[in-house]
């Protein structure tokens, strides 16, 4: 595998990160490590639009809270959402994700190994939980509004595509608290790591609508990019 410790790395700092921060169907073209990836947001997101001030900020900050980290590919958040907010009827996102590829050493790179190899790698780092119990504690949490601060969650799921991990975290709108829940699934996209980046608000059972979405976004990408 190229860098041994890669895999690691680059979990860790994907997870870090991830607690920070044009059409649907219209797939976009990136060159990336000698690679072509096609990425599209996933079914009902909208790719922010740079062209307009509040997404290029909200795109800028994403790009600068990563930068010697991760590429940002894709930033998008759910349409009738986007066009809420860009219509004021709606402070804040709360429907959003990105795609992201490493970097190191001030580049992105690409691995010889199969995907089901470089998910089991990922899993050996990570603890893994068991997901209805998660499940149950996130659901206590909200109950009792103890979701205050960002909180790792582990690993909630993995199959061949990728490998799932979860958080909870707040979103900060107006100097009130909002809890949001977030899934990162790590995998390969024609041999590329890539981390697609997913958060809703934290409501009743949130956990298990997030996972269904995330593995069919994996998938969709995974199909477009073998």
């Known amino acids: 595998m190229h860098k041994s410790k890669a895999p690691l790395r680059f979990l860790i700092l994907t997870l870090a990160t991830f607690l920070s921060l044009v059409s649907v169907g219209h797939a976009e073209q990136f060159q990336v490590a000698g690679k072509t990836l096609s990425l599209t947001p996933p079914e009902g997101y909208c790719l922010l639009d740079r062209s307009r001030k509040e997404d290029d900020g909200l795109t800028t900050l994403l790009e600068r809270s990563q930068s010697g980290v991760n590429q ?3 930033n998008f958040a759910l ?8 219509a004021g009827k709606i402070p ?12 190191e050493n001030g580049s992105t790179y690409a691995l ?9 790698a990922l899993a050996g780092q990570v603890a893994s939980v068991d997901f209805a119990a998660i499940t149950q504690e996130v659901n206590r949490k909200l109950e009792i509004g103890q979701v205050t601060d960002n ?3 582990g690993a909630l799921h993995q199959d061949d595509s990728a490998i799932y ?4 975290t707040t979103l900060d709108s107006g100097g009130q608290k909002l809890p949001q829940a977030g899934i990162a699934a790590l995998t390969l996209l024609n041999s590329v790591p890539a981390s697609l980046n997913m958060q ?3 409501e009743e059972d949130v956990l298990k609508g997030l996972l269904a979405a995330q593995q069919k976004y994996a ?3 995974i199909q477009a990019n073998p």
Do not use: K
Not at 79 to 86: A, F, Q, V
Not at 112 to 119: A, D, G, W
């Open 79 to 86: 349409c009738t959402e986007l066009e809420d907010w860009h």
């Open 72 to 74: 940002v590919l894709l």
């Open 151 to 153: 909180q790792f969650l």
């Open 165 to 168: 991990i979860g958080i909870l």
């Open 200 to 202: 809703w608000p934290a």
């Open 219 to 221: 998938s969709a990408l």
């Open 92 to 103: 804040n996102l709360r429907h959003f994700g990105n795609v992201m590829v490493p970097v």
């Open 112 to 120: 010889s190994v199969p995907r089901q190899s470089y998910v089991a």
